[in-house]
Protein backbone atom coordinates (compact mmCIF):
# COMPACT_ATOMS: atom_id res chain seq x y z
CA UNK A 1 0.00 0.00 0.00
CA UNK A 2 1.87 2.64 -1.40
CA UNK A 3 1.07 6.20 1.24
CA UNK A 4 2.81 8.39 -0.77
CA UNK A 5 2.79 8.48 -4.75
CA UNK A 6 5.05 10.35 -7.45
CA UNK A 7 3.50 9.07 -10.32
CA UNK A 8 6.00 10.38 -12.90
CA UNK A 9 9.16 8.46 -12.40
CA UNK A 10 11.28 11.20 -14.82
CA UNK A 11 10.79 14.65 -15.63
CA UNK A 12 12.94 16.65 -18.19
CA UNK A 13 12.82 20.49 -17.91
CA UNK A 14 14.63 23.36 -20.44
CA UNK A 15 17.83 25.25 -18.18
CA UNK A 16 15.78 28.60 -17.00
CA UNK A 17 12.13 27.08 -17.28
CA UNK A 18 9.68 25.87 -14.37
CA UNK A 19 9.95 22.19 -12.64
CA UNK A 20 6.84 21.03 -10.90
CA UNK A 21 6.86 18.04 -9.17
CA UNK A 22 4.33 16.08 -8.04
CA UNK A 23 3.35 14.02 -5.35
CA UNK A 24 -0.22 12.25 -3.76
CA UNK A 25 -0.82 10.90 -0.82
CA UNK A 26 -3.49 8.81 0.97
CA UNK A 27 -3.33 8.82 4.59
CA UNK A 28 -5.36 11.52 6.13
CA UNK A 29 -2.96 11.37 9.09
CA UNK A 30 0.08 12.92 7.36
CA UNK A 31 0.40 16.59 8.92
CA UNK A 32 3.95 17.47 7.42
CA UNK A 33 5.46 16.52 3.67
CA UNK A 34 8.93 17.65 3.15
CA UNK A 35 11.22 17.63 -0.15
CA UNK A 36 14.11 15.79 0.13
CA UNK A 37 17.15 15.60 -3.26
CA UNK A 38 19.20 12.70 -3.68
CA UNK A 39 22.56 12.93 -6.03
CA UNK A 40 23.42 9.90 -7.25
CA UNK A 41 25.84 8.06 -4.63
CA UNK A 42 24.55 10.21 -1.57
CA UNK A 43 21.81 10.01 1.17
CA UNK A 44 19.01 12.12 0.25
CA UNK A 45 19.52 15.70 1.70
CA UNK A 46 16.28 17.81 2.95
CA UNK A 47 15.08 20.64 0.87
CA UNK A 48 11.78 22.09 1.80
CA UNK A 49 8.96 21.13 4.23
CA UNK A 50 5.31 22.23 4.67
CA UNK A 51 3.17 22.00 7.85
CA UNK A 52 -0.44 20.91 6.97
CA UNK A 53 -1.62 24.33 8.55
CA UNK A 54 0.28 26.23 5.14
CA UNK A 55 -0.89 25.64 1.46
CA UNK A 56 2.80 27.25 0.50
CA UNK A 57 6.19 27.47 1.31
CA UNK A 58 8.71 28.84 -0.39
CA UNK A 59 12.75 29.23 0.14
CA UNK A 60 14.17 31.15 -2.59
CA UNK A 61 14.03 28.71 -5.97
CA UNK A 62 11.88 26.51 -4.51
CA UNK A 63 8.00 26.27 -3.54
CA UNK A 64 5.67 23.67 -2.45
CA UNK A 65 2.42 24.04 -2.47
CA UNK A 66 -0.18 21.76 -0.48
CA UNK A 67 -3.87 20.85 -1.47
CA UNK A 68 -5.25 19.43 1.76
CA UNK A 69 -8.63 18.70 0.12
CA UNK A 70 -7.31 16.98 -3.03
CA UNK A 71 -4.14 15.20 -1.03
CA UNK A 72 -2.04 16.44 -3.64
CA UNK A 73 1.62 18.51 -2.78
CA UNK A 74 3.49 19.97 -5.21
CA UNK A 75 7.29 21.24 -5.94
CA UNK A 76 8.28 24.28 -7.89
CA UNK A 77 11.75 24.97 -9.04
CA UNK A 78 12.22 28.09 -10.60
CA UNK A 79 14.15 28.82 -12.24
CA UNK A 80 15.77 25.27 -13.31
CA UNK A 81 19.18 25.11 -13.05
CA UNK A 82 21.68 22.25 -14.34
CA UNK A 83 22.96 21.41 -10.52
CA UNK A 84 19.11 20.62 -9.94
CA UNK A 85 19.33 17.58 -12.08
CA UNK A 86 18.75 14.86 -9.10
CA UNK A 87 16.28 12.49 -7.95
CA UNK A 88 13.09 14.28 -6.23
CA UNK A 89 11.53 12.45 -2.81
CA UNK A 90 8.46 13.60 -1.74
CA UNK A 91 8.33 12.68 1.93
CA UNK A 92 5.16 12.46 4.22
CA UNK A 93 4.78 12.28 8.73
CA UNK A 94 2.60 12.49 11.42
CA UNK A 95 4.33 14.54 13.69
CA UNK A 96 2.33 13.64 16.83
CA UNK A 97 3.60 10.93 18.17
CA UNK A 98 6.42 9.09 15.34
CA UNK A 99 8.68 11.47 13.73
CA UNK A 100 9.06 8.33 11.20
CA UNK A 101 8.90 9.44 7.07
CA UNK A 102 6.87 7.52 4.37
CA UNK A 103 8.42 8.55 0.60
CA UNK A 104 7.52 8.56 -2.37
CA UNK A 105 9.31 6.58 -5.05
CA UNK A 106 11.75 9.61 -6.55
CA UNK A 107 11.03 11.33 -9.62
CA UNK A 108 14.22 12.07 -11.55
CA UNK A 109 14.74 15.49 -12.88
CA UNK A 110 16.93 16.53 -16.10
CA UNK A 111 17.56 20.08 -16.50
CA UNK A 112 18.65 20.15 -20.12
CA UNK A 113 21.48 22.86 -21.01
CA UNK B 1 29.66 18.72 11.92
CA UNK B 2 30.49 14.91 10.16
CA UNK B 3 26.65 14.70 9.46
CA UNK B 4 25.66 11.03 9.30
CA UNK B 5 28.46 8.56 8.99
CA UNK B 6 27.79 4.96 7.25
CA UNK B 7 30.56 1.84 7.44
CA UNK B 8 31.10 0.79 5.13
CA UNK B 9 30.63 2.35 2.20
CA UNK B 10 30.44 -1.08 -0.07
CA UNK B 11 29.55 -4.38 1.05
CA UNK B 12 29.96 -7.43 -0.99
CA UNK B 13 29.11 -10.87 0.39
CA UNK B 14 27.92 -14.37 -0.17
CA UNK B 15 24.45 -15.81 0.53
CA UNK B 16 24.69 -16.93 4.39
CA UNK B 17 27.13 -14.88 5.80
CA UNK B 18 26.49 -12.17 8.32
CA UNK B 19 26.39 -8.65 7.54
CA UNK B 20 26.88 -5.52 10.08
CA UNK B 21 26.28 -1.98 8.91
CA UNK B 22 27.31 0.54 11.25
CA UNK B 23 25.81 4.45 11.62
CA UNK B 24 27.10 7.51 13.65
CA UNK B 25 24.51 10.18 13.82
CA UNK B 26 24.62 13.33 14.24
CA UNK B 27 25.99 14.39 17.33
CA UNK B 28 22.66 15.94 19.64
CA UNK B 29 19.94 14.20 17.43
CA UNK B 30 18.37 11.72 19.92
CA UNK B 31 16.39 9.92 16.92
CA UNK B 32 17.83 7.55 14.20
CA UNK B 33 16.32 5.83 11.22
CA UNK B 34 17.32 2.88 8.82
CA UNK B 35 16.08 2.96 5.61
CA UNK B 36 16.84 0.83 2.50
CA UNK B 37 16.31 1.71 -1.20
CA UNK B 38 15.61 -0.55 -3.75
CA UNK B 39 14.23 -0.30 -7.26
CA UNK B 40 11.00 -1.91 -6.59
CA UNK B 41 9.93 -0.20 -3.60
CA UNK B 42 12.10 2.97 -2.90
CA UNK B 43 13.17 3.80 0.22
CA UNK B 44 11.15 2.35 2.92
CA UNK B 45 11.66 2.85 6.74
CA UNK B 46 12.98 -0.88 8.40
CA UNK B 47 13.44 0.82 12.16
CA UNK B 48 13.90 3.72 13.90
CA UNK B 49 15.09 4.65 17.37
CA UNK B 50 14.09 7.66 19.57
CA UNK B 51 16.20 8.06 22.90
CA UNK B 52 18.58 4.64 22.09
CA UNK B 53 15.32 3.09 22.37
CA UNK B 54 13.36 0.97 19.37
CA UNK B 55 10.24 2.72 18.66
CA UNK B 56 8.53 0.89 15.97
CA UNK B 57 10.11 -1.80 14.06
CA UNK B 58 7.32 -3.02 11.29
CA UNK B 59 9.35 -2.22 8.52
CA UNK B 60 11.94 -4.73 9.55
CA UNK B 61 11.24 -7.59 6.79
CA UNK B 62 12.14 -10.76 8.89
CA UNK B 63 13.90 -12.14 11.67
CA UNK B 64 17.12 -12.17 10.02
CA UNK B 65 17.23 -8.42 10.23
CA UNK B 66 18.44 -7.10 13.55
CA UNK B 67 19.00 -3.18 14.79
CA UNK B 68 20.87 -1.86 17.75
CA UNK B 69 21.41 1.27 19.29
CA UNK B 70 23.52 0.76 22.39
CA UNK B 71 24.55 4.55 22.77
CA UNK B 72 23.32 7.88 21.40
CA UNK B 73 26.34 7.95 19.21
CA UNK B 74 26.89 4.52 17.17
CA UNK B 75 23.59 1.58 16.20
CA UNK B 76 23.98 -1.27 13.87
CA UNK B 77 22.28 -3.19 11.58
CA UNK B 78 22.75 -6.95 11.18
CA UNK B 79 21.68 -9.40 8.78
CA UNK B 80 21.95 -12.75 9.23
CA UNK B 81 22.23 -15.02 6.85
CA UNK B 82 22.22 -12.77 4.28
CA UNK B 83 19.98 -13.57 0.41
CA UNK B 84 20.85 -12.03 -2.62
CA UNK B 85 16.96 -10.33 -2.28
CA UNK B 86 18.92 -8.56 0.61
CA UNK B 87 20.81 -6.34 -2.21
CA UNK B 88 20.08 -2.62 -1.96
CA UNK B 89 21.09 0.67 -0.30
CA UNK B 90 20.89 1.28 3.67
CA UNK B 91 20.36 4.79 4.60
CA UNK B 92 21.10 5.64 7.75
CA UNK B 93 19.55 8.83 9.29
CA UNK B 94 19.16 10.92 12.51
CA UNK B 95 17.21 13.52 13.46
CA UNK B 96 16.39 15.76 16.37
CA UNK B 97 12.97 16.45 17.59
CA UNK B 98 11.65 17.30 13.83
CA UNK B 99 11.08 15.26 11.35
CA UNK B 100 13.83 16.83 9.04
CA UNK B 101 16.50 13.89 8.98
CA UNK B 102 19.87 14.21 7.51
CA UNK B 103 20.65 11.06 5.93
CA UNK B 104 24.31 9.38 5.76
CA UNK B 105 25.74 8.70 2.19
CA UNK B 106 24.68 5.23 2.64
CA UNK B 107 25.89 1.32 2.69
CA UNK B 108 25.50 -0.46 -0.84
CA UNK B 109 25.07 -4.28 -0.48
CA UNK B 110 25.21 -6.96 -2.60
CA UNK B 111 24.90 -10.46 -1.61
CA UNK B 112 26.04 -13.17 -4.10
Known amino acids: DQQVKQNSPSLSVQEGRISILNCDYTNSMFDYFLW ?4 PAEGPTFLI ?7 KNEDGRFTVFLNKSAK ?15 VYFCA ?3 IQGAQKLVFGQGTRLTINP | DAGVIQSPRHEVTEMGQEVTLRCKPISGHNSLF ?7 RGLELLIYFNN ?14 SAKMPNASFSTL ?3 PSEPRDSAVYFCASSRNSAE ?3 GQGTRLTVV
Not at chain 1, 36 to 39: A, C, D, L, S, V
Not at chain 1, 49 to 55: A, F, R
Not at chain 2, 34 to 40: A, D, E, K, P, V
Not at chain 2, 52 to 65: A, C, L, Q
Open chain 2, 52 to 65: NVPIDDSGMPEDRF
Open chain 1, 72 to 86: HLSLHIVPSQPGDSA
Open chain 2, 34 to 40: WYRQTMM
Open chain 1, 49 to 55: SISSIKD
Open chain 1, 36 to 39: YKKY
Open chain 2, 78 to 80: KIQ
Open chain 1, 92 to 94: ASV
Open chain 2, 101 to 103: AFF
